[in-house]
C-alpha cells in the first residue's frame, strides 16, 4: 500500500522535474535544494512520522517501541533545527551514535540552547517541513500519554522530557529572540 502511495506520489511530482524533451529527470533537477531528491527524503520523514505516531498511539504500546519512537521524533526536531543536518562534528556524531544505540538518556544530553533556539527560529520563519508539522500538531498528546503509561521507564520518560521540552521552546517567540554567542 505505502509502495503504490509512493507511486502515485512520484508520478504526480516527476512533471516537475523532467526534462520535456525525453521525460527524464537530469542530475541538477534531482540533486539541487529543493529538488526531487530532498522531496523524496520528506516523504520518506513523513513516513516515518506516521509509523512513531502510530507506536505512541498504541494503548497498551511496549515502553521500548515507545522509547524508540520518541528518541527518533527528537532527532528529527534536532535535525531540522539544525542549520547542517548532514554535518559530522565528532560531537554530533558521538550524540547520533547515543542516540541510535538507545544509550541512556542522560548519555546523550539534553538539547542545547543553541538547538533550542535555532529550532524557535526555524518555528517563528515558517520554515518547518510537512513531517515536522505533523510532528507539532499530534506529538504532545502521546507523547504525555506514553510518559502516563510508562512512568517508571527511564528510556520514555527521558525521551518524552527532551522532546516535549525541545518542542514547547521551539515555539517560543522569546527563544527565537534569545542570542546563542
Do not use: N
Not at 51 to 70: D, N, T, W
Not at 132 to 154: D, N, Q
Request: net charge positive.
Amino acid at each position: 500500500a505505502e509502495v503504490d502511495r509512493l507511486r502515485g506520489w512520484v508520478d504526480q511530482h516527476w512533471p516537475r522535474f523532467a526534462s520535456p524533451e525525453d521525460d527524464l529527470v537530469r542530475l541538477p533537477a534531482f540533486a539541487r535544494e529543493g529538488g526531487l531528491a530532498s522531496l523524496l527524503l520528506e516523504r520518506a520523514a513523513l513516513v516515518r512520522v506516521r509509523r512513531a505516531l502510530a507506536k505512541l498511539s498504541e494503548p497498551r504500546g511496549e515502553a521500548g517501541a515507545q522509547a524508540e519512537a520518541l528518541a527518533f521524533l527528537y532527532r528529527l526536531a534536532m535535525d531540522q533545527g539544525t542549520s547542517s543536518p548532514s554535518s559530522s562534528s565528532s560531537s554530533s556524531s558521538r550524540k547520533k551514535k547515543l542516540h541510535e544505540s538507545g544509550a541512556a538518556f542522560t548519555a546523550a544530553g539534553a538539547p542545547s540552547a543553541a538547538d533550542v533556539v535555532r529550532c524557535a527560529r526555524r518555528w517563528c520563519q515558517g520554515q518547518w517541513t510537512e513531517p515536522v508539522e505533523m510532528l507539532y500538531s499530534e506529538v504532545f498528546p502521546l507523547a504525555i500519554a506514553a510518559l502516563t503509561r510508562h512512568a517508571g521507564h527511564a528510556q520514555v520518560v527521558g525521551w518524552a522530557c527532551r522532546l516535549l521540552t525541545l518542542l514547547l521552546l521551539g515555539l517560543c517567540r522569546a527563544a527565537a529572540a534569545t542570542s546563542t554567542e
